[in-house]
């Protein structure tokens, strides 16, 4: 029989630590940390949530100020000029401006300019009060090797993210993020959000990228632990530091999405669905792909 395709792709995820308000900087910061990568050989760059403009906003007027449109803008210009520049995708998160509404959003782009925009659907805390939910639903984009899907910080803690990637047919899952400590983590286990990554990596055999920031933000800690899992549910690379800025690195196949989603000779984790049950696509309105 003739051996199946194979879809090579280096990953990197590149947890940085971005500071409210000094756009340039971070932008600047970002580009030397992208050009790091490419020189390891990266094809595809994850940054964090919201790494062109700090997270902790003090009103939505500060939040408004340092938004941008997509894909016209300036930061996702220059990381348009990145991408071409370095023949890779990139993932990045981005304070968006539509009209008089903010997204709290992340765009992907690549050596041929603008892929796609996705906008975070599960707004947590404070950005009710600057962010429109999102509103584009949860796109799967195809970038090189394979089938590209991405989500925000918050979006992990609900499976029909994951889920619904899948049946979309992603192989990799984009998650830019700022996470922050939960209540009642025990110091000897992972965090929650790497236990949400690599779970809903395994339950849908789906690789997972996740890129974290570090450093306090007006007195809010962010937790780095930034990691790469592979589509059986384990890290391959991380979790990163907790405190400094740090570059994770891993050559994934994303073949095996697809390939390593049955379990045994009698279980497939998307075939054994009971859509008897409950809706195919969760009564989303995106239409299932080659899964």
Same mark, same amino acid.
């Given at each position: 029989?003739?051996q199946p395709?194979?879809?090579?792709?280096?990953?990197?995820?590149?947890?940085?630590?971005?500071?409210?308000?000094?756009?340039e900087?971070?932008?600047?910061r970002?580009?030397?940390?992208?050009?790091?990568?490419?020189?390891?050989?990266?094809?595809?760059?994850v940054?964090? @949530?919201?790494?062109?403009?700090?997270?902790?906003f @003090?009103?939505?007027?500060?939040?408004?100020?340092?938004?941008?449109s997509?894909?016209?803008?300036p930061?996702?210009h220059?990381?348009?000029?990145?991408?071409?520049?370095?023949d890779?995708?990139?993932?990045?998160?981005?304070?968006?401006?539509?009209?008089?509404?903010?997204?709290?959003?992340?765009?992907?782009?690549?050596?041929r300019?603008?892929?796609?925009?996705?906008?975070?659907?599960?707004?947590? +805390?404070?950005?009710?009060?600057?962010?429109?939910?999102?509103?584009?639903?949860?796109?799967?984009?195809?970038? +090189?090797?394979?089938?590209?899907?991405?989500?925000?910080?918050?979006?992990?803690?609900?499976?029909?993210?994951?889920?619904?990637?899948?049946?979309?047919g992603?192989?990799l899952?984009?998650?830019?993020?700022?996470?922050?400590?939960?209540?009642?983590?025990?110091?000897?286990?992972?965090?929650?959000?790497n236990?949400?990554?690599?779970?809903?990596?395994?339950?849908?055999?789906?690789?997972?990228?996740?890129?974290?920031r570090?450093?306090?933000?007006?007195?809010?800690?962010?937790?780095g632990?930034?990691?790469i899992?592979?589509?059986?549910?384990?890290?391959?690379?991380?979790?990163?530091?907790?405190?400094?800025?740090?570059m994770?690195?891993?050559?994934?196949?994303?073949?095996?999405?697809?390939?390593?989603?049955?379990?045994?000779e009698f279980?497939?984790?998307?075939?054994?669905?009971?859509?008897?049950?409950?809706?195919?696509m969760?009564?989303?309105?995106?239409?299932?792909?080659?899964?």
């Amino acid at each position: 029989m003739r051996q199946p395709p194979e879809s090579p792709l280096r990953v990197a995820c590149l947890q940085m630590e971005p500071h409210i308000g000094r756009k340039e900087a971070n932008v600047a910061r970002s580009l030397a940390m992208i050009a790091e990568a490419a020189a390891d050989g990266a094809n595809l760059v994850v940054l964090p @949530e919201l790494c062109n403009t700090g997270y902790v906003f @003090e009103t939505r007027e500060e939040a408004f100020s340092l938004a941008e449109s997509v894909p016209d803008g300036p930061t996702t210009h220059a990381w348009m000029q990145a991408a071409k520049q370095h023949d890779l995708f990139i993932v990045a998160g981005i304070t968006e401006r539509v009209g008089d509404k903010l997204y709290n959003a992340a765009v992907m782009v690549g050596p041929r300019g603008y892929v796609g925009t996705y906008r975070k659907n599960h707004l947590w +805390g404070a950005e009710k009060l600057y962010f429109e939910p999102g509103d584009l639903g949860m796109p799967v984009f195809h970038a +090189g090797a394979g089938r590209i899907a991405v989500a925000i910080c918050y979006d992990i803690w609900f499976p029909e993210t994951f889920r619904l990637a899948a049946l979309q047919g992603a192989d990799l899952l984009c998650v830019a993020t700022n996470w922050v400590p939960m209540a009642e983590q025990p110091a000897h286990l992972p965090m929650m959000a790497n236990i949400l990554a690599m779970g809903g990596a395994h339950t849908n055999s789906m690789f997972v990228a996740a890129a974290d920031r570090v450093g306090v933000e007006r007195g809010q800690p962010f937790l780095g632990n930034s990691l790469i899992v592979n589509a059986a549910g384990w890290p391959i690379a991380g979790p990163a530091s907790t405190e400094r800025e740090e570059m994770l690195i891993a050559d994934l196949n994303l073949a095996d999405a697809r390939r390593r989603r049955s379990l045994n000779e009698f279980n497939q984790l998307l075939r054994d669905r009971r859509t008897d049950v409950y809706g195919e696509m969760l009564g989303s309105a995106a239409r299932p792909g080659p899964y």
